[in-house]
Each structure stands twice: as C-alpha cells, then as structure tokens.
Antibody, heavy 119, light 107 residues
Framework: QVYLVESGGGVVQPGRSLRLSCAATGFSFSNYGMHWVRQAPGKGLEWVAGISGEGRSQSYIGAVKGRFSISRDNINNALFLQMDSLRPEDSAVYFC????????????WGQGALVTVSS | EVVLTQSPDFQSVTPKEKVTITCRASQSIGGKLHWYQQKPDQSPKLLIKYASQSFSGVPSRFRGSGSGTDFTLTINSLEAEDAATYFCHQTSSLPYTFGQGTKLEIK
C-alpha cells in the first residue's frame, strides 16, 4: 500500500524554526520527485517546494526562498522541510505529495501537518 | 508565475446535473494541467492529469479537456458524494501554481 505520513507540525513563535518530516511507504521513493504544498485555514492550495528524485534539484516559491529548505533521505524513504524564520503567514496545513512522473501531477498525498506561527 | 483562474468560485447544483468548471491560465501551459478534488478535512485527490487523462479509479463521470490556456473539468450526472472543492494545478513552469478553487454544494 502506498502512503505518506507527515509529522513535526505544531505551534511555534514568529522567528523560530520547525522541521517537518514525511515518511513514504509502498513505492520506490528515490524514483520520484516530491513536493510540499500548504493550505492556510479556509484557503486554497499553495505549492511551496519540490525536490527531484535523486535530491540534486530543489525549487521554492519566492515567499519561502532563503527561509525554507527541502531535502530527502532516500535510504530511509523520508522527505523533510526545514522552516526557519517562520512568520504568521506561514501558518497552514502542510501536505507532502508524490509526483506521478516528472512535471506531472501529484498522485499520492499525506494527511497533512498543521503549523501555527503565533506569539 | 502562471496564474490560474477558476470559474465559478462557488456553485450550488442538484444531483444528476451536469457541472462545468473552467480554469484559465495567464500564459500557455500546453497540456500540463491537472485537477484535484478536496473534501473538508481531507487531503486532495487526483482526478485528471495532463488535461484529459483520467487517473486510476476515478469515476468515468469526471472528464477533463482543453489545452494552451483554457481548460474544463466536466462532471456528468453529479452525485451527492461529489460535494467538494475542485482545484486545477499547472506543472508547466516553476513555481507550480493552483487555481483558487471551485466549491460545489449539492442541493
């Protein structure tokens, strides 16, 4: 069975850091690009970052460039999002998602991890 | 950045009705446009990829079409379980972007 499970969400003060993890099961993890997509409460979906299967290529939206870092561990089938200098506007549910193929849709999504940035 | 604009934002429909949701891109994205369904407190589910390819296990009443800048998701003979928010998503150029969503309410 193919699934993704996020962890590491929580409440954090502005300016602090948080690291999200996503455990992958049931597929050849290193063969697929992976993404983080977030959704603020009551809002739409926003793509945040993506990483290639081998981990050599990463991309980010402008709003998080220089503050967030996406990485992966292909030995332990895990995806990460290191979030530094957090802002209240980063508060959202963060989903990890698997690419179906290169430049393709995301066919598998995790259940999401809630991040709340508040003093 | 490619901006995706969906219409309508909200639609109230009756079962068995045919529903059409459109997604317009601010520049040509070829066929790299995908559709997702999201129900409250759930993660998105892939319905259609590359504009018109139905994803495995998706009911045949969901159909996608279009290319370039104009795309359509059609739901034939709507069922009560189709109450959800629908998003389009482009993977033609970085940063990837989503439409704002279309919420379908079943009367």
């Amino acid at each position: 069975q193919v699934y993704l499970v996020e962890s590491g969400g929580g409440v954090v003060q502005p300016g602090r850091s948080l690291r999200l993890s996503c455990a992958a099961t049931g597929f050849s993890f290193s063969n697929y690009g992976m993404h983080w997509v977030r959704q603020a409460p009551g809002k739409g979906l926003e793509w945040v970052a993506g990483i290639s299967g081998e981990g050599r290529s990463q991309s980010y939206i402008g709003a998080v460039k220089g503050r967030f870092s996406i990485s992966r561990d292909n030995i332990n089938n895990a995806l990460f999002l290191q979030m530094d200098s957090l802002r209240p506007e980063d508060s959202a549910v963060y989903f990890c998602a698997k690419e179906y193929g290169a430049f393709d849709a995301c066919d598998i999504w995790g259940q999401g991890a809630l991040v709340t940035v508040s003093s | 950045e490619v901006v995706l604009t969906q219409s309508p934002d909200f639609q109230s429909v009756t079962p068995k009705e045919k529903v059409t949701i459109t997604c317009r891109a601010s520049q040509s994205i070829g066929g790299k446009l995908h559709w997702y369904q999201q129900k409250p407190d759930q993660s998105p589910k892939l319905l259609i990829k590359y504009a018109s390819q139905s994803f495995s296990g998706v009911p045949s009443r969901f159909r996608g079409s279009g290319s370039g800048t104009d795309f359509t998701l059609t739901i034939n003979s709507l069922e009560a379980e189709d109450a959800a928010t629908y998003f389009c998503h482009q993977t033609s150029s970085l940063p990837y972007t989503f439409g704002q969503g279309t919420k379908l309410e079943i009367k």
